[in-house]
T-cell receptor, first 114, second 117 residues
């Protein structure tokens, strides 16, 4: 069965520093997609970044990059130059081929302090 | 903003009442997904619908919950005879085609927060 694991319930980082949020996954399907979403205190789900299992390069979107290590089945999110507005819950999610649903991890609460 | 619209944003019901949550997908999208988020947890898939069809309801509780996406109008998630355990945030997401969100093209609404007293 597919599974997403986020082992860090909470993380702290100082403003302007980089932070890595961990995500490991388990699937037997060779084709899958990995997603990161941000959920601020207001509650909406904001898409951050996507990595396909066959993508040759790690995905990047502005200050967000995804450290994709296929052999280790990990898809860690790296946020560079943290800002106070980055304080939020962060969810890792996976979609397998031929399904139309995302499986979410339990999330990591990131707090950025001045 | 022509994003995914959900209403109401907040709904309070007493035990035994019915809750109806609405979702209007993004313009041009015909695929709707409902997710439930219990407090301090991640989102859990409930149901996937296309216009007039339920494609996958493997995440829906067997009783009291139903969903529809009519030819005209929003998708509706209906919870009958609500209980306290139904208190959660219910998110709707839409995409333009099957598997279309392979590249991240799955757009979420802001959620509807149900509180059962």
């Amino acid at each position: 069965a597919q599974k997403i694991t986020q082992t860090q319930p909470g993380m702290f980082v100082q403003e302007k520093e980089a932070v890595t949020l961990d995500c490991t996954y388990d699937t037997s399907d060779p084709s899958y997609g990995l997603f990161w979403y941000k959920q601020p205190s207001s509650g909406e789900m904001i898409f951050l970044i996507y990595q396909g299992s066959y993508d040759q390069q790690n995905a990047t979107e502005g200050r967000y990059s995804l450290n994709f290590q296929k052999a280790r089945k990990s898809a860690n999110l790296v946020i560079s130059a943290s800002q106070l507005g980055d304080s939020a819950m962060y969810f890792c999610a996976m979609r397998e081929r031929n399904t139309d649903k995302l499986i979410f991890g339990t999330g990591t609460r990131l707090q950025v302090f001045p | 903003n022509a994003g995914v619209m959900q209403n109401p944003r907040h709904l309070v019901r007493r035990r035994g009442q019915e809750a109806r949550l609405r979702c209007s997908p993004m313009k041009g999208h015909s695929h709707v997904y409902w997710y439930r988020q219990l407090p301090e947890e991640g989102l859990k898939f409930m149901v996937y619908l296309q216009k007039e069809n339920i494609i996958d309801e493997s995440g829906m509780p067997k009783e009291r919950f139903s969903a529809e996406f009519p030819k005209e109008g929003p998708s509706i998630l209906r919870i009958q005879q609500v209980v306290r355990g139904d208190s959660a945030a219910y998110f709707c997401a839409s995409s333009g085609s099957t598997g279309g969100f392979a590249t991240g093209e799955l757009f979420f609404g802001e959620g509807s927060r149900l509180t059962v007293l």
